[in-house]
């Protein structure tokens, strides 16, 4: 079964939540930023390395396949499994030692450039890996193109983000 979207939706589409994640962005106040509150604990900064450390997983896994060369192992142990619940935890336990001490600039901004990035590969890529069901087969037998690569952010956390804007009357 191919694709039903292609290359150009696909980057449509990532250049549009690029511009989501900018009017969200607009939406906090910076010195609410490494306040505790989105998540818990967790400031929006926090969050955005979460995300970010995510992305950067799909991204290398991309630009790996780009090059024809091997998956790479994730960048956390590799026996943490990512379909495991108690493994996950482990993993955004770890993504988050690796950004809590980065300065708020720095997380901004390396989650900006990641759509560039993203959008990069993306672009790199032959109309046929991206519509092909089983070009990545992390991916499941699904198409990049067809891919919820944006799900994480609106699914698990945009609503608890959402929800801590209204506490702050945002």
Not at 57 to 62: D, W
Not at 122 to 131: A, G, M, R
């Amino acid at each position: 079964m191919s694709s039903t979207r292609t290359k150009a939706d696909l980057l449509a589409r990532i250049e549009d939540e690029r511009e989501q994640w900018h009017r969200l962005l607009a939406r906090i106040d910076r010195a609410h930023m490494e306040e505790p509150g989105p998540m818990g604990v967790w400031t929006f900064k926090d969050l955005t390395a979460h995300l970010l450390g995510w992305r950067e997983r799909t991204i290398g896994r991309l630009d790996a396949a780009g090059r024809g060369d091997e998956t790479p192992p994730p960048p956390w142990p590799a026996e943490w499994d990512e379909a495991d619940d108690a493994s996950v935890d482990a993993i955004n336990a770890w993504i988050y030692e690796q950004h809590r001490e980065r300065p708020l600039d720095d997380v901004l901004a390396d989650a900006d450039v990641s759509y560039q990035r993203l959008a990069s590969i993306v672009s790199s890529l032959s109309e046929e890996d991206v519509t092909s069901p089983e070009r990545f087969p992390y991916l499941e037998g699904q198409a990049l193109a067809d891919a919820d690569l944006f799900g994480h952010l609106h699914e698990e956390h945009e609503p608890a983000i959402h929800a801590w804007l209204a506490e702050r009357g945002r």
